[in-house]
């Protein structure tokens, strides 16, 4: 029989913990007593949950492993003490591991009537309705005058004592073989037959069919087409596995992607009720334990990789082309990171595909405005390249004074644009903007990164140059099909033709150093067991940490607030692990303090392509009054900024021919929201403004407005720089929006090789970063577009560097 | 007259912190409530020095400066929340202000019960001898379904629950006029200000 004991308080001398040890020696020949102390429990709040972490996570791993539970209460104040008060209540939280556990109560007290208030409350506390242990009835074992009650060796004096705990003890053994005998669930029988059944999933309806013979669940399939590519496929590999193989509906969700996971679990509840059987008892079926023995994995490559998104699959790839072996190791279930949720467009100077396209209405005029920029305003190191660009932009003004003329662009406008969307001022007054070194690198190699990736196998959409939200200018690259997944299926494919091991669901917890120089990772994979890596070089490549609300308010100093409940558009993984990492072997940190916010996210999930997400300048933005508070064209702070002046929800407009501008969406999944409520559509402007309960009169005089702006070609309110379409055609859509965290710019301090500095600036042998996990280069503000085509490029370089650099240590052997 | 009202909880939001607030207002014109808030103490651990961290020892001066206490607790678990539980343990185990000091226990929480069970607990807790606070006898202020209870205003909307809340506090003001004039004694006082339990243990007491 196991066991597990909890010392009821975090005190440094307990007699409760002496007794405990006590129970443990004395009948270890009966039962295997494991101890559990509170010492490292936080205090429970609710606003903070914790049930995630290990200290919560191993009590709740050992109890719902153990057959039975004896706690030993000391009594503070007439009741149980705040700290074992603390663990029972994040054991009702979230997690209810002591739900039909039988427990024993014992307890050591100073005073004569031992700790008989306190067991009494304890009782009662464990019979709420969020614990629901089974407590053992009667058998009240009381220790009074503690201190005099053991002698030298921790034994009990009395001979009278031990018997009676000797008599609860096996009545104990015996109430839990009961109770774990009452809480094997009845056998289940169904109806047999196939059910058609339809489940909610993350995007919308998700059909299923389960097939269940007189006692099993033999069969479920699903038709996956709506959920989202490249994040559900792992929940529908695994969910219906683990349903059929355990039979029980007791499995856990898959990170990255609970909505579908829920959802097949729901469905297939709903086929078992209408089978004649009842879910609940399902869910109560505990799936096989896998026995949690610590196995380690040893494993010795040339290069191991920190993270399986853009950056880290790139450098993987990058590895593998030289000929030489590679691991990379990702934290999920599934590969991809932030970059299979990326909108697709990677930014890349590339006039001569540019040259083909017109140039559209407002993009002059922002030509016309940077060369009007006071140069004195410029840092000096970026001030020659300016004026080479002016006079580039000059001679295009002049050529085309008289014509709509062609898309401009140049790898200097994307550098001095990068610099220019990036230097921002926090709080505190102090200026940041990108180094100029990074951004040179990254604007001279972007456009080889596109044509890299093609090599790879990436396809791209060269008939439309397109700009993601907050990009500034048109020179986006956007791939055929699915949009980021597209990058990371070109990239896993070749990663894994090439030999490349990937290995998922396994974080890495911390970095191996040998004098100085990094040489490996410790990971934990698995089902319990430990992956040791030895390496010549690691690669961080983890991504930032815009899914960790905490950290982003230690650091922030650019926003004035950021609320504890703010949404993300991140994948949950982006908690910030790789500068943990880094900083533990010494590396610096630079622009921590700013984070990007999603202007234009959904108000309930954060996601960015529920609504019609159309291009930028398409957007009327329009705030709870039904009025136009910002130039739409503008950077994501602006915008963001804006929302929060006013009350941070707002409304993205739009009639049925910028509906067909939309990314992302399909009219299907369009009706589903507006059905759902989270989507408005109206035949008049009149009944739209009266849905989102605004005065008729002023939404529809703001559109008259802006349509006659779009005639004009200039916006003489807030000098939207480039317009498409009016909003003319009924039906009319209004997609409420709210800024989310979407992009952490601060991150471990790089130089142009991709090294990691430390804080004399000097390179930490053997350690590389690329992509989001880096910071210096977008500095206050990144630019939409930017980001892929800085993991693409960086995540080249840190593999080429990784390489060399090994060479020149030691000679290819 | 001036009250400390305790919020018995470290959660953002709170009912609980929303009655003590409609009480201050509402009875401005009898007593004047300060609300003082546990979220910032640290999580009780017996340290060996006993001495007060800094947060405790400014709730304890306020519990020391004012005429009577009231605790608003949510129930969790059938008791009161471990954070409410930890701060009483400070309180006992360092500075003792609770000492004599009339105590009114109100609760607001969700479900229909109110929050007896957690107020049953906290009244044997008070009486503990290292805290001996004079909890008012025969008031239990239960207020369920705390969240539909109060308009935009904060304003309590059930006129049932505002007169029992109004009788109840005119009768723990008369209880606190009254427990003045019977506790002048301070040997009980300094007595349960040395009281110790592994003193009982020696057999001392
Ligand atoms: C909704 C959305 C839309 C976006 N759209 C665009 C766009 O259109 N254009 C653009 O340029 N940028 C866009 N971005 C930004 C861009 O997607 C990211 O900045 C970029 O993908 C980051 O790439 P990365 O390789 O650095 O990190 P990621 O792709 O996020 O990959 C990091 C990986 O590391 C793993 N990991 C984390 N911790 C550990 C650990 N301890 N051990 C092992 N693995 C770990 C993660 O699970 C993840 O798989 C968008 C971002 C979001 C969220
Ligand atoms: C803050 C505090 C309050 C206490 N209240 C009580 C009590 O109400 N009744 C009691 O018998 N002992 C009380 N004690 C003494 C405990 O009984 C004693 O510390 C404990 O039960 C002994 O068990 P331990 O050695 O495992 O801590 C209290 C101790 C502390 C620190
Ligand atoms: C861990 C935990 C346990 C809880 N247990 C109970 C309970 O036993 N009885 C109850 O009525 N409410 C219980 N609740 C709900 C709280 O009582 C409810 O939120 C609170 O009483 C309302 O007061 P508040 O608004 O101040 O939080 C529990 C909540 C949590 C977080």
Same mark, same amino acid.
């Given at each position: 029989?196991?066991?597990?004991?909890?010392?009821?308080?975090?005190?440094?001398?307990?007699?409760?913990?002496?007794?405990?040890?006590?129970?443990?020696?004395?009948?270890?020949?009966?039962?295997?007593?494991?101890?559990?102390?509170?010492?490292?429990?936080?205090?429970?709040?609710?606003?903070?949950?914790?049930?995630?972490?290990?200290?919560?996570?191993?009590?709740?791993?050992?109890?719902?492993?153990?057959?039975?539970?004896?706690?030993?209460?000391?009594?503070?104040?007439?009741?149980?003490?705040?700290?074992?008060?603390?663990?029972?209540?994040?054991?009702?939280?979230?997690?209810?591991?002591?739900?039909?556990?039988?427990?024993?109560?014992?307890?050591?007290?100073?005073?004569?009537?031992?700790?008989?208030?306190?067991?009494?409350?304890?009782?009662?506390?464990?019979?709420?309705?969020?614990?629901?242990?089974?407590?053992?009835?009667?058998?009240?074992?009381?220790?009074?005058?503690?201190?005099?009650?053991?002698?030298?060796?921790?034994?009990?004096?009395?001979?009278?004592?031990?018997?009676?705990?000797?008599?609860?003890?096996?009545?104990?053994?015996?109430?839990?073989?009961?109770?774990?005998?009452?809480?094997?669930?009845?056998?289940?029988?169904?109806?047999?037959?196939?059910?058609?059944?339809?489940?909610?999933?993350?995007?919308?309806?998700?059909?299923?069919?389960?097939?269940?013979?007189?006692?099993?669940?033999?069969?479920?399939?699903?038709?996956?087409?709506?959920?989202?590519?490249?994040?559900?496929?792992?929940?529908?590999?695994?969910?219906?596995?683990?349903?059929?193989?355990?039979?029980?509906?007791?499995?856990?969700?898959?990170?990255?992607?609970?909505?579908?996971?829920?959802?097949?679990?729901?469905?297939?509840?709903?086929?078992?009720?209408?089978?004649?059987?009842?879910?609940?008892?399902?869910?109560?079926?505990?799936?096989?334990?896998?026995?949690?023995?610590?196995?380690?994995?040893?494993?010795?490559?040339?290069?191991?990789?920190?993270?399986?998104?853009?950056?880290?699959?790139?450098?993987?790839?990058?590895?593998?082309?030289?000929?030489?072996?590679?691991?990379?190791?990702?934290?999920?279930?599934?590969?991809?990171?932030?970059?299979?949720?990326?909108?697709?467009?990677?930014?890349?100077?590339?006039?001569?595909?540019?040259?083909?396209?017109?140039?559209?209405?407002?993009?002059?005029?922002?030509?016309?405005?940077?060369?009007?920029?006071?140069?004195?305003?410029?840092?000096?190191?970026?001030?020659?390249?300016?004026?080479?660009?002016?006079?580039?932009?000059?001679?295009?003004?002049?050529?085309?004074?008289?014509?709509?003329?062609?898309?401009?662009?140049?790898?200097?406008?994307?550098?001095?644009?990068?610099?220019?969307?990036?230097?921002?001022?926090?709080?505190?007054?102090?200026?940041?903007?990108?180094?100029?070194?990074?951004?040179?690198?990254?604007?001279?190699?972007?456009?080889?990164?596109?044509?890299?990736?093609?090599?790879?196998?990436?396809?791209?959409?060269?008939?439309?140059?397109?700009?993601?939200?907050?990009?500034?200018?048109?020179?986006?690259?956007?791939?055929?099909?699915?949009?980021?997944?597209?990058?990371?299926?070109?990239?896993?494919?070749?990663?894994?033709?090439?030999?490349?091991?990937?290995?998922?669901?396994?974080?890495?917890?911390?970095?191996?150093?040998?004098?100085?120089?990094?040489?490996?990772?410790?990971?934990?994979?698995?089902?319990?067991?430990?992956?040791?890596?030895?390496?010549?070089?690691?690669?961080?490549?983890?991504?930032?940490?815009?899914?960790?609300?905490?950290?982003?308010?230690?650091?922030?100093?650019?926003?004035?607030?950021?609320?504890?409940?703010?949404?993300?558009?991140?994948?949950?993984?982006?908690?910030?692990?790789?500068?943990?990492?880094?900083?533990?072997?010494?590396?610096?940190?630079?622009?921590?303090?700013?984070?990007?916010?999603?202007?234009?996210?959904?108000?309930?999930?954060?996601?960015?392509?529920?609504?019609?997400?159309?291009?930028?300048?398409?957007?009327?933005?329009?705030?709870?009054?039904?009025?136009?508070?910002?130039?739409?064209?503008?950077?994501?702070?602006?915008?963001?900024?804006?929302?929060?002046?006013?009350?941070?929800?707002?409304?993205?407009?739009?009639?049925?021919?910028?509906?067909?501008?939309?990314?992302?969406?399909?009219?299907?999944?369009?009706?589903?929201?507006?059905?759902?409520?989270?989507?408005?559509?109206?035949?008049?402007?009149?009944?739209?403004?009266?849905?989102?309960?605004?005065?008729?009169?002023?939404?529809?005089?703001?559109?008259?407005?802006?349509?006659?702006?779009?005639?004009?070609?200039?916006?003489?309110?807030?000098?939207?720089?480039?317009?498409?379409?009016?909003?003319?055609?009924?039906?009319?859509?209004?997609?409420?929006?709210?800024?989310?965290?979407?992009?952490?710019?601060?991150?471990?301090?790089?130089?142009?090789?991709?090294?990691?500095?430390?804080?004399?600036?000097?390179?930490?042998?053997?350690?590389?970063?690329?992509?989001?996990?880096?910071?210096?280069?977008?500095?206050?503000?990144?630019?939409?577009?930017?980001?892929?085509?800085?993991?693409?490029?960086?995540?080249?370089?840190?593999?080429?560097?990784?390489?060399?650099?090994?060479?020149?240590?030691?000679?290819?052997? | 007259?001036?009250?400390?009202?305790?919020?018995?909880?470290?959660?953002?939001?709170?009912?609980?912190?929303?009655?003590?607030?409609?009480?201050?207002?509402?009875? /401005?014109?009898?007593?004047? +409530? #300060?609300?003082?808030?546990? @979220?910032?103490? =640290?999580?009780? *651990?017996? &340290?060996?020095?006993? $001495?007060?961290?800094?947060?405790?020892?400014?709730?304890?001066?306020?519990?020391?400066?004012?005429?009577?206490?009231?605790?608003?607790?949510?129930?969790?678990?059938?008791?009161?929340?471990? /954070?409410?539980?930890?701060? +009483? #343990?400070?309180?006992?185990? @360092?500075?003792? =202000?609770?000492? *004599?000091? &009339?105590?009114?226990? $109100?609760?607001?929480?969700?479900?229909?019960?109110?929050?007896?069970?957690?107020?049953?607990?906290?009244?044997?807790?008070?009486?503990?001898?290292?805290?001996?606070?004079?909890?008012?006898?025969?008031?239990?202020?239960?207020?369920?379904?705390?969240?539909?209870?109060?308009?935009?205003?904060? *304003?309590?909307?059930?006129?049932?629950?505002?007169?029992?809340?109004?009788?109840?506090?005119?009768?723990?003001?008369?209880?606190?006029?009254?427990?003045?004039?019977?506790?002048?004694?301070?040997?009980?006082?300094?007595?349960?200000?040395?009281?110790?339990?592994?003193?009982?243990?020696?057999?001392?007491?």
């Amino acid at each position: 029989m196991k066991l597990v004991g909890i010392v009821g308080t975090n005190a440094k001398k307990s007699y409760n913990r002496e007794l405990l040890e006590f129970i443990q020696r004395h009948f270890s020949d009966q039962a295997e007593l494991e101890i559990l102390e509170l010492t490292d429990v936080p205090l429970f709040n609710e606003n903070d949950d914790q049930s995630q972490s290990p200290v919560i996570q191993a009590f709740n791993e050992k109890i719902t492993a153990a057959d039975g539970v004896i706690i030993a209460t000391p009594e503070h104040n007439h009741s149980v003490p705040s700290a074992l008060k603390s663990i029972i209540e994040w054991l009702s939280f979230k997690l209810h591991p002591l739900d039909g556990k039988p427990v024993m109560i014992v307890g050591a007290s100073y005073s004569v009537q031992g700790s008989s208030r306190a067991q009494l409350h304890l009782r009662q506390i464990l019979d709420a309705p969020g614990v629901n242990a089974s407590v053992m009835p009667g058998s009240e074992f009381l220790l009074g005058r503690a201190q005099t009650a053991f002698d030298d060796q921790g034994n009990l004096k009395e001979s009278g004592t031990v018997a009676f705990l000797e008599s609860c003890f096996a009545k104990f053994m015996k109430f839990t073989d009961l109770v774990n005998a009452m809480n094997v669930p009845d056998a289940v029988s169904y109806q047999p037959g196939t059910y058609a059944v339809t489940a909610v999933g993350h995007n919308g309806k998700l059909p299923m069919s389960v097939t269940l013979s007189k006692d099993r669940i033999e069969d479920i399939q699903i038709d996956t087409s709506t959920e989202t590519k490249g994040i559900a496929e792992v929940a529908f590999k695994r969910i219906p596995k683990a349903i059929i193989d355990g039979q029980t509906l007791a499995v856990d969700a898959v990170s990255g992607a609970s909505m579908t996971s829920h959802g097949v679990i729901d469905g297939v509840a709903e086929a078992v009720k209408a089978a004649g059987a009842n879910p609940d008892d399902l869910k109560k079926r505990q799936a096989q334990m896998t026995k949690a023995v610590q196995n380690i994995t040893d494993i010795t490559t040339d290069v191991v990789v920190v993270g399986a998104g853009g950056a880290g699959l790139t450098a993987a790839a990058k590895v593998l082309q030289q000929g030489r072996n590679v691991l990379v190791v990702e934290k999920f279930p599934a590969v991809g990171g932030n970059t299979v949720r990326a909108g697709g467009p990677m930014n890349a100077a590339d006039p001569e595909w540019q040259h083909q396209f017109e140039a559209i209405p407002g993009e002059k005029h922002t030509l016309t405005e940077i060369t009007q920029i006071d140069e004195a305003t410029i840092a000096p190191e970026y001030l020659a390249d300016f004026r080479v660009l002016k006079t580039q932009i000059n001679a295009y003004l002049k050529e085309n004074k008289d014509q709509r003329g062609y898309l401009f662009d140049s790898t200097l406008l994307h550098r001095i644009q990068t610099y220019l969307g990036g230097k921002r001022t926090d709080l505190q007054g102090h200026q940041i903007y990108g180094q100029y070194d990074l951004v040179k690198v990254l604007t001279d190699h972007a456009l080889e990164s596109v044509k890299w990736l093609e090599n790879i196998g990436v396809d791209f959409d060269k008939s439309q140059v397109t700009m993601p939200v907050g990009a500034i200018w048109r020179r986006g690259h956007k791939p055929m099909g699915d949009q980021g997944f597209a990058f990371i299926k070109a990239l896993q494919k070749f990663v894994t033709d090439q030999g490349g091991r990937i290995l998922t669901e396994t974080p890495v917890q911390s970095l191996t150093t040998t004098a100085g120089k990094v040489d490996g990772l410790i990971a934990q994979g698995p089902d319990h067991t430990k992956v040791i890596v030895h390496a010549k070089a690691v690669i961080l490549a983890s991504g930032g940490f815009a899914a960790n609300t905490k950290m982003l308010q230690q650091y922030n100093t650019y926003w004035t607030a950021i609320d504890d409940d703010i949404k993300t558009t991140n994948s949950p993984a982006m908690t910030g692990d790789g500068i943990r990492l880094g900083t533990s072997v010494g590396a610096d940190l630079v622009g921590m303090g700013f984070s990007q916010m999603m202007p234009v996210s959904d108000p309930d999930t954060g996601e960015l392509f529920s609504g019609l997400q159309v291009p930028p300048q398409n957007f009327v933005m329009v705030n709870q009054a039904g009025k136009r508070f910002v130039n739409e064209y503008g950077s994501r702070d602006e915008l963001t900024q804006a929302a929060i002046d006013n009350g941070s929800l707002f409304y993205l407009i739009a009639d049925d021919e910028i509906k067909k501008t939309a990314y992302n969406t399909t009219q299907a999944k369009l009706d589903a929201q507006v059905a759902a409520g989270t989507l408005y559509r109206a035949d008049t402007l009149s009944d739209l403004a009266k849905q989102l309960q605004m005065d008729p009169a002023v939404l529809t005089k703001t559109i008259e407005n802006y349509n006659s702006y779009v005639d004009a070609g200039e916006d003489p309110e807030f000098h939207k720089n480039a317009f498409d379409l009016k909003v003319q055609v009924a039906p009319f859509y209004a997609t409420p929006r709210k800024p989310a965290t979407h992009h952490t710019m601060g991150g471990l301090k790089i130089d142009t090789g991709a090294h990691v500095l430390n804080a004399d600036g000097q390179v930490i042998d053997g350690l590389y970063a690329a992509g989001e996990v880096a910071g210096g280069i977008h500095a206050g503000n990144r630019l939409g577009g930017n980001s892929l085509a800085d993991i693409f490029t960086f995540g080249r370089i840190a593999a080429t560097n990784a390489l060399q650099d090994e060479l020149t240590v030691t000679p290819l052997g | 007259m001036k009250l400390v009202g305790i919020v018995g909880t470290n959660a953002k939001m709170s009912t609980n912190r929303q009655l003590l607030q409609y009480m201050q207002q509402h009875f /401005a014109d009898q007593v004047t +409530i #300060e609300i003082a808030e546990i @979220t910032d103490l =640290p999580a009780f *651990n017996e &340290p060996e020095d006993r $001495v007060a961290p800094a947060a405790v020892q400014a709730l304890s001066d306020q519990i020391k400066a004012a005429d009577g206490v009231i605790f608003a607790t949510p129930e969790y678990d059938h008791s009161i929340p471990a /954070a409410l539980k930890s701060a +009483i #343990e400070w309180l006992s185990y @360092t500075t003792r =202000p609770l000492i *004599n000091k &009339p105590v009114m226990i $109100v609760g607001a929480s969700n479900g229909a019960l109110g929050t007896s069970r957690a107020q049953a607990h906290l009244r044997q807790i008070l009486e503990a001898p290292e805290l001996k606070a004079l909890v008012m006898p025969n008031v239990e202020y239960l207020l369920g379904h705390s969240l539909q209870a109060f308009d935009d205003q904060g *304003n309590l909307t059930d006129h049932d629950k505002v007169a029992e809340l109004a009788d109840d506090v005119t009768a723990f003001l008369a209880f606190v006029t009254l427990t003045e004039k019977i506790t002048p004694e301070n040997k009980f006082m300094e007595k349960n200000q040395q009281f110790s339990w592994s003193q009982i243990a020696d057999g001392r007491d």
